[in-house]
Structure formats: structure tokens, C-alpha cells
């Protein structure tokens, strides 16, 4: 693979995390306020965003 194709890859890894991030900051307000039945779909979609970060995290040391 192409150096500049692995930095592009890099940069829109980077670029998902750092808005994956943003959105586990807003699960985590939505979560507090949540009043329904449990398990709470806020709680479910932040360990979600969080393994899918940790692969991103992954894929950008594959192409380091």
C-alpha cells in the first residue's frame, strides 16, 4: 500500500475517534437521564463505541 493512501487511512481514523469520542460525551449526558427500562440503551451504546474505537486504534497501528 502507498505511504500517502496508509496517512489517509490514518487521518480518517483519527478523525472517527476524536467524533466517536464527542458522541460517548452525549451517551454519557443521555444515560444519566434516562428513565426507562434497563438495561439502558445509552449505557449498551457507549461499550459499543468504545470497542469500535479500540479497533480503529488497532487499524491505525497495523498501518504504522
Known amino acids: 500500500m502507498k505511504e500517502e493512501i496508509k ?5 480518517m481514523y483519527e478523525s472517527e475517534i476524536e467524533e466517536m469520542e464527542k458522541t460517548i460525551s452525549n451517551c454519557r449526558i443521555w444515560e ?4 426507562g427500562e434497563d438495561p439502558n440503551p ?3 451504546n457507549i ?4 470497542e469500535y ?3 480503529l486504534r488497532e487499524k491505525i497501528e497495523e498501518l504504522k
Do not use: F, V
Not at 7 to 11: G, T
Open 7 to 11: 496517512l489517509w487511512l490514518i487521518d
Open 32 to 35: 444519566r437521564g434516562y428513565d
Open 42 to 44: 445509552y449505557t449498551e
Open 47 to 50: 461499550a459499543t463505541i468504545d
Open 53 to 55: 474505537i479500540d479497533i
